[in-house]
């Protein structure tokens, strides 16, 4: 298990390197996810495309691998009549992320994605019944981490990260932002994320420069409540969350991406439209900017293909 390497890598050091945007990545593969429970089937049908994409994206030295679990929930399942295999697809999901984890020579975390924005919000109690449902199977699974969505809602955040630490797993909260910060009532929402037991907080932004704006804005709130923050990069202002995005910039937006390392963030990663050759990018642009970090054998035994001059 790798979470002691991620934790202390959220404290200093390097920003650890994590993709969410594995649809994206997918579609970028060609394989056609139209309905939520396309997921499933990929999963029970073609499982080898899921290795294969979690490969990739260890060989592109992410640090936290995003275990493909947000859509194997029995709603979700339920658009392809699969609901009655949601602990058995979940499970698979995890287990390929683990195997993928296993092969790389640096360590790499496993995180199990609960929220979805594929399928339609549902009444809070029922809501509340799905989240801990999903995260008991994550943490039977195997997943060291837990990530957590709020499909657009606080409140729906808020029984995410309740539902994923009765689990006792470290568990992220992504909180979407499309514009202007409110640092007062981020302030009560990020004390009630902690007191909820949230162990980082991540803001999914769609430009660098709103990135570095909510860095600043909410820096003391969240050193107030010692919560570690981090940053999902979307690959344009124009990105649609699971589909890639149309322009092939990878080494552009890596490039901006490193601005957030200079402006706090612990944890940087690709939004939405971004795929693995994102992924790629922003792992090399960030071992240029720390070149004085120790170099340690994982760090330098990788795929040929994936070297680069100025990795540490």
């Known amino acids: ?24 990545s997918l579609r970028a593969r060609g394989v056609a996810l139209d309905v939520p429970g396309a997921l499933g089937q990929l999963l029970r049908e073609r499982p080898n495309e899921v ?8 060989g592109c030295r992410a640090d936290v691998l995003a275990a493909l679990t947000g859509d194997t929930t029995p709603r979700a399942l339920a658009e392809v009549g699969m609901e009655h295999r949601s602990a058995q697809l979940t499970a698979r999901a995890v287990e390929l992320a683990l195997d993928a984890a296993e092969e790389s020579a640096k360590p790499v975390a496993v995180a199990g994605m609960l929220g979805s924005d594929m399928v339609t919000p549902v009444a809070a109690t029922r809501l509340h019944e799905e989240l801990s449902e999903h995260s008991a199977r994550l943490h039977a699974a195997g997943c060291e981490l837990l990530i ?11 029984a995410a ?24 009532s981020d302030r009560e929402l990020f004390r009630s994320l902690r007191d909820a037991g949230a162990s980082a907080v991540l803001f999914e932004v769609s430009s660098v420069t709103l990135g570095i704006r909510e860095l600043e804005l909410t820096k003391e709130a969240l050193e107030e409540v010692e919560l570690p923050v981090g940053i999902l990069l979307a690959a344009s202002e124009e990105a649609l969350p699971g589909f890639p995005d149309a322009a092939d910039a990878a ?11 200079i402006a706090g963030a612990r944890v940087i990663g690709g939004g939405a439209g971004t795929t693995e050759d994102h992924l790629r990018a922003l792992a090399r642009a960030l071992g240029s900017l720390h070149p004085s970090m120790p170099a340690h054998i994982s760090d330098t035994v990788v795929d040929d293909t994936l070297k680069h001059p100025q990795e540490s």
Do not use: C, K
């Open 148 to 158: 957590a969505r709020g499909q657009g809602s606080r409140l729906n955040l808020m």
């Open 161 to 184: 990260v309740v539902a994923a630490t009765r689990t006792e797993l470290p568990t992220w909260a992504v909180i979407e932002r499309t514009g202007e910060a409110t640092t007062g």
């Open 251 to 261: 080494e552009q937006w890596a490039d901006h991406a490193l601005d957030l390392d």
């Open 1 to 24: 298990m790798s979470f002691s390497h991620v934790r202390e890598r959220l404290l200093a050091g390097r920003p650890l390197v994590v993709a969410v945007d594995s649809n994206a």
């Open 51 to 58: 290795r294969e994409h979690y490969r990739v994206e260890v």
